[in-house]
């Protein structure tokens, strides 16, 4: 277990290697508890008493500098000196992104709400099985991961626009519907615009390394996605035919 004092010396050198949990829990036992579930899984866990402890702790890292020293905060509401509510107020007014997981005994749907209300991602209410904590936990620090990918661009060429995020295409302002196949074909041709591709290149990008089959079945996608995008295929403007060579997108 971590220490408040051992974990600002190591935070910065060990902030990519495994996800750090900040525990703020005034029952010794229940604080004990989470800590051994949640090293057992892995996790670097710091752990808090009570809530000014935690609040002094935070304020070494200002969320201005872009670095926190953990992933994910498991809070609980009452607490001593400041009570969790107000620590996730602050914490999301000073813009501090890592995702909370609230723990009460209190269960009413007013309590969850009101958690919930002021910046809490999750809540949990006592008592809990470790199991179900230690899931919450894992699902939070996913979607977490998954909230901070870096975005994909927007792929554009002339009428043509493709979203990689939301697997979309629109052609002249019309969504079209391409096969996966389809997708990533026109996704490889935007990205690499005037570029010539062979069909053994377009092969081994598109349809792997281990494709057993004909080569013309590039062909026959390139024919229907020309049907989707070009106002004449027989005299395409997007999917061009380099003769001896392959195919060029623009």
């Known amino acids: 277990m ?23 829990e005034d029952e010794e036992l229940i604080q004990e508890m989470l800590a051994v579930a949640l090293e057992e899984e892995g996790y670097g866990v710091i752990t808090a008493p009570d809530g000014r402890s935690a609040i002094e702790y935070l304020k070494s890292f200002e969320p201005s500098s872009g670095e926190f020293p953990f992933d994910l905060i498991i809070l609980d509401l009452m607490l001593p000196q400041i009570n969790g509510l107000d ?10 992104p890592v995702p909370i997981l609230m723990l009460s005994a209190k269960g009413s749907e007013t309590d969850r709400v009101l958690g919930l209300e002021v910046g809490a991602d999750d809540y949990l209410t006592k008592p809990f099985s470790m199991r179900e904590l230690v899931a919450r936990c894992r ?12 975005q994909l661009p927007v792929l554009k060429y002339k009428d043509v626009t493709l979203n990689p995020q939301e697997c ?11 096969s996966p196949k389809e997708f990533r074909l026109l996704e490889l041709f935007m990205s ?14 598109v349809w792997g390394p281990d494709f057993v089959g004909d080569s013309k079945t590039v062909d026959v996608h390139i024919r229907w996605l020309r049907e989707k995008l070009e106002q004449d295929p027989s005299h395409p403007e997007y999917i061009v035919t380099v003769r001896g060579f392959g195919y060029r997108f623009g």
């Open 192 to 205: 690499y615009a005037r570029r010539v591709w062979s069909r053994e290149q377009l092969l081994d990008q």
């Open 139 to 150: 699902a939070l620090l996913r979607r977490q991961r998954l909230s901070t990918l870096p």
């Open 87 to 96: 620590i996730c107020r602050l914490l999301r007014h000073q813009g501090n």
């Open 168 to 178: 979309r295409v629109l052609v002249r302002g019309q969504e079209v519907n391409l």
């Open 2 to 24: 971590y220490t408040s004092e051992s974990i600002k010396h190591s935070a910065r050198a060990d902030i990519g290697q495994t996800s750090r949990i900040l525990v703020v």
